[in-house]
């Protein structure tokens, strides 16, 4: 049995749901099944646009959901130590790397832009 939420507070369809389900005009646009199906955001600083660009375009990890100068934020389901190993192996150089879990919120507002 099913039953249909439309809510603007995201973080409480998260808390309550196992499923969710994104609709736009009646299509569906994402799906995410279990409380543990999270991804994780990965912001990440490079030392050098050269730098930044290798990792866009050699990168299979996940999703560039914003790019900001030198700082581009994914989405993915990843560890951070692939992503390390990945840095080592192609010398690119990080500055700054910060990692959170996606919340419903986040991945709302990132698929709206």
Do not use: P
């Amino acid at each position: 049995m099913g039953i249909l939420i439309s809510s603007h507070k995201l973080e409480d369809i998260e808390e309550i749901c196992e499923r969710v389900l994104f609709l736009e005009s009646g299509l569906l646009t994402f799906q995410k099944v279990g409380k543990d199906s999270h991804n994780f955001l990965f912001e990440i600083a490079f030392s050098s646009a050269t730098d930044r660009d290798i990792f866009i375009t050699k990168q299979e990890f996940g999703d560039i959901v914003q790019e900001e100068g030198l700082r581009i934020t994914m989405s993915g389901n990843i560890q951070n130590s692939e992503l390390f190993k990945f840095f080592n192996e192609n010398s690119i150089k990080v500055v700054d790397f910060e990692t959170k879990k996606e919340t419903l919120k986040d991945i709302y507002l990132n698929r709206s832009k």
